[in-house]
């Protein structure tokens, strides 16, 4: 069992920078891939951003590569979400999730554990 927390969301300007953290907890967090997805009002779940168990493999959604870097401190047991150039449309609760360590999955069901979300609002 994995228990993850998100913290770092909060309400900004367009082209203000955030960065979000998740925090993990129970088994060996470098078993783990880890991804970031996002959910807005009305839409479906979206990968936004994986990383392998080393780190030394990423994988972005097409909407925020350039934009969002995503890193992993296993000493720390902690993923980031480093977020820059925020738009409007970035607006959604983010997710935190551990997954299979085989894969740099962007689907939803290659991932075994989840966060409760963080909100980031962005302002025009």
């Known amino acids: 069992q994995v228990q993850l927390v998100e913290s770092g969301g909060g309400l900004v300007q367009a082209g203000d920078s955030l960065r979000l953290s998740c925090a993990a907890s129970?088994?060996?967090?470098?078993?783990?891939?880890m991804g970031w997805f996002r959910q807005a009002p009305g839409k479906e779940r979206e990968f936004v951003a994986a990383i392998s168990w080393s780190g030394g493999s990423t994988r972005y959604a097409d909407s925020v590569k350039g934009r969002f870097t995503i890193s992993r401190d296993n000493a720390k047991n902690t993923v980031y979400l480093h977020m820059n150039s925020l738009k409007p449309e970035d607006t959604a609760v983010y997710y935190c999730a551990a997954g299979d360590s085989r894969f740099i999955a962007t689907s939803t069901f290659r991932y075994d554990y989840w966060g409760q979300g963080t909100q980031v609002t962005v302002s025009s």
């Open positions: 129970g088994r060996t967090f470098s078993s783990y891939a």
